[in-house]
C-alpha cells in the first residue's frame, strides 16, 4: 500500500511538471533529452571505431576489447558511485516531505527502500549514457549472439545497481559515523565529509587503474616472439576491481562462451545481493538517523551583528556571483540563475563532482 502511495507520489509530480508550467518546462526537458541522445550517440562511435580497430590488428584482437571493457565499466561505476553518495546524503536525510511520508505511512521501511530506489535510479545516468551504447557497439561489431548479449545487459545493470549500493551503504556508515562522534549542527557536516572522503577513496581507486599502469606490459608488446597478446595481464590488473566481473561476461558473451559469462553474471549477481543485504541491516536504524539529521541547524544565540546569520554557503554564492561588475542584461541573468543554482549544499556538491 505505502509503496503504491509512493508511485502515485510521484508519477503525479511529474505530471504536474509538465502541466503546471509553461512550454519552456517541455522545451528543458526536450533540449535534455537530445543532449542525451547526443552524448549517447559519441560514446557509441567512439567504441564502435575502438572496437573495429582492435580488430585489424590481429596482435590485440582478443585483448584490446577486455581492456576497453575494464576501463569504461571501471569509470561507470565510479561515476554510479559518487552520484549515488551525493544523492543518498539529500535524498535520505534532507528530503523535506519525509516528515509528512512517516507521519502517514504505516512503516518507516517504506521511506527507506522508496529511498533506496529513488537513488539508484537517478544515480543510472552512466550506465544509459556509455554502459548502453558500449554494449550496442560491441553487438554491432562482434555480433553477439542474443543469449550472451541478454546476460551482458544484465550483468551492466546488476553492477550499475550494485554500484549505487555500495554509495547508499557509504552514506549509512558515514551517518553512523557522524551521529556517534557529532551532536548538534556538526553532525550533519561530518556526514558530508566522511561522505567525500570515501568518494576520494574512490576516486583515488579508480584513477590509479586507469593511468597507473603500463599498457605496454598489459599487452606484453616487450615479447617479440608472442604471436597473439593474452588476456593474463589484464585480467590480473583488474581483478580486485568490482568492475573485472562484468567485463568478463561481456568478453565471454564476445567470444561466444555463453556459459562462462553465465558464472561471471552469477558472481555479479551475488555480489549485488550482498550488498543489497547489507542494506537491508543498516537501515533498520534509519528512523533514528532521520530524527538526528531532521533537527535542523538552528542554534539560539545571541546576534552579534547584521551579518551574524550569513551562513558558508550564502558566503560562496554572494562571493562567485559578485565577481566582476553586472555591465549587461545577460550577465544579470547568468548571476542570477548561479546564485539559485548554488544556493543549497547539494547542488553545489554536485557541481563540485561535475567540475571535478
Same mark, same amino acid.
Given at each position: 500500500?505505502?509503496? #503504491?502511495?509512493?508511485?502515485?507520489?510521484?508519477?503525479?509530480?511529474?505530471?504536474?511538471?509538465?502541466? &503546471?508550467?509553461?512550454?519552456?518546462?517541455?522545451?528543458?526537458?526536450?533540449?535534455?533529452?537530445?543532449v542525451f541522445f547526443l552524448v549517447g550517440l559519441g560514446v557509441f562511435l567512439f567504441a564502435f571505431r575502438g572496437f573495429?580497430?582492435?580488430?585489424?590488428?590481429?596482435?590485440?584482437?582478443?585483448?584490446?576489447?577486455?581492456?576497453?571493457?575494464?576501463?569504461?565499466?571501471?569509470?561507470?561505476?565510479?561515476?554510479?558511485?559518487?552520484?549515488?553518495?551525493?544523492?543518498?546524503?539529500? *535524498?535520505?536525510?534532507?528530503?523535506?516531505?519525509?516528515?509528512?511520508?512517516?507521519?502517514?505511512?504505516?512503516?518507516? %521501511?517504506?521511506?527507506?527502500?522508496?529511498?533506496? *530506489? #529513488?537513488?539508484? =535510479?537517478?544515480?543510472?545516468?552512466?550506465?544509459?549514457?556509455?554502459?548502453?551504447?558500449?554494449?550496442?557497439?560491441?553487438?554491432?561489431?562482434?555480433?553477439?549472439?542474443?543469449?550472451?548479449?541478454?546476460?551482458?545487459?544484465?550483468?551492466?545493470?546488476?553492477? /550499475?545497481?550494485?554500484?549505487?549500493?555500495l554509495g547508499i551503504l557509504v552514506v549509512f556508515l558515514s551517518a553512523y559515523g557522524s551521529v556517534k562522534l557529532g551532536? !548538534?549542527?556538526?553532525?550533519?557536516?561530518?556526514?558530508?565529509?566522511?561522505?567525500?572522503?570515501?568518494?576520494?577513496?574512490?576516486?583515488?581507486?579508480?584513477?590509479?587503474?586507469?593511468?597507473?599502469? %603500463?599498457?605496454?606490459?598489459?599487452?606484453?608488446?616487450?615479447?617479440? $616472439?608472442?604471436?597473439?597478446?593474452?588476456? &593474463?595481464?589484464?585480467?590480473?590488473?583488474?581483478? +580486485?576491481?568490482?568492475?573485472?566481473?562484468?567485463?568478463?561476461?561481456?568478453?565471454?558473451?564476445?567470444?561466444?562462451?555463453? !556459459?562462462?559469462?553465465?558464472?561471471?553474471? *552469477?558472481?555479479?549477481?551475488?555480489?549485488?545481493?550482498?550488498?543489497?543485504?547489507? +542494506?537491508?541491516?543498516?537501515?533498520?536504524?534509519?528512523?533514528?538517523?532521520?530524527?538526528?539529521? /531532521? $533537527?535542523?541547524?538552528?542554534?539560539?544565540?545571541?546576534?552579534?551583528?547584521?551579518?551574524?546569520?550569513?551562513?558558508?554557503?550564502?558566503? =560562496?554564492?554572494?562571493?562567485?556571483?559578485?565577481?566582476? /561588475?553586472?555591465?549587461?542584461?545577460?550577465?544579470?541573468?547568468? #548571476? #542570477? $540563475?548561479?546564485?539559485?543554482?548554488?544556493?543549497?549544499?547539494? %547542488?553545489?556538491?554536485?557541481? !563540485?563532482?561535475?567540475?571535478?
Open positions: 500500500m505505502a509503496a #503504491k502511495l509512493f508511485v502515485q507520489y510521484y508519477i503525479k509530480r511529474i505530471r504536474r511538471y509538465f502541466t &503546471d508550467g509553461s512550454s519552456a518546462r517541455a522545451l528543458t526537458a526536450a533540449a535534455m533529452l537530445v573495429e580497430f582492435s580488430q585489424k590488428e590481429q596482435f590485440i584482437a582478443e585483448a584490446a576489447p577486455l581492456y576497453i571493457y575494464e576501463l569504461f565499466i571501471l569509470i561507470i561505476g565510479f561515476l554510479i558511485f559518487a552520484s549515488s553518495i551525493i544523492a543518498g546524503i539529500f *535524498t535520505f536525510f534532507r528530503r523535506q516531505d519525509s516528515g509528512r511520508w512517516i507521519a502517514v505511512t504505516p512503516s518507516y %521501511n517504506s521511506l527507506a527502500w522508496t529511498g533506496f *530506489t #529513488k537513488v539508484i =535510479i537517478g544515480a543510472s545516468w552512466p550506465f544509459i549514457l556509455i554502459a548502453l551504447p558500449i554494449l550496442l557497439a560491441a553487438r554491432s561489431v562482434f555480433s553477439i549472439a542474443l543469449g550472451g548479449f541478454t546476460l551482458s545487459f544484465f550483468a551492466l545493470v546488476s553492477f /550499475s545497481v550494485f554500484c549505487a549500493s551532536s !548538534g549542527t556538526n553532525t550533519f557536516r561530518l556526514l558530508v565529509l566522511f561522505s567525500l572522503l570515501f568518494m576520494l577513496i574512490g576516486g583515488y581507486a579508480t584513477w590509479d587503474g586507469l593511468v597507473n599502469t %603500463n599498457v605496454g606490459e598489459l599487452f606484453q608488446i616487450e615479447d617479440i $616472439e608472442l604471436a597473439v597478446a593474452t588476456i &593474463d595481464r589484464i585480467v590480473d590488473n583488474f581483478k +580486485y576491481y568490482p568492475s573485472h566481473l562484468p567485463a568478463l561476461t561481456m568478453h565471454s558473451a564476445q567470444t561466444g562462451n555463453t !556459459g562462462v559469462a553465465f558464472n561471471y553474471f *552469477t558472481a555479479n549477481a551475488l555480489m549485488l545481493a550482498g550488498a543489497i543485504f547489507a +542494506y537491508y541491516i543498516l537501515k533498520r536504524g534509519f528512523l533514528r538517523l532521520w530524527q538526528v539529521f /531532521s $533537527e535542523g541547524g538552528f542554534e539560539a544565540r545571541k546576534r552579534i551583528n547584521a551579518g551574524g546569520d550569513k551562513n558558508i554557503l550564502y558566503s =560562496i554564492t554572494t562571493s562567485i556571483a559578485g565577481l566582476g /561588475s553586472i555591465k549587461t542584461s545577460s550577465r544579470a541573468l547568468f #548571476k #542570477k $540563475e548561479l546564485l539559485e543554482n548554488l544556493r543549497t549544499a547539494k %547542488n553545489i556538491m554536485w557541481a !563540485g563532482f561535475l567540475t571535478f
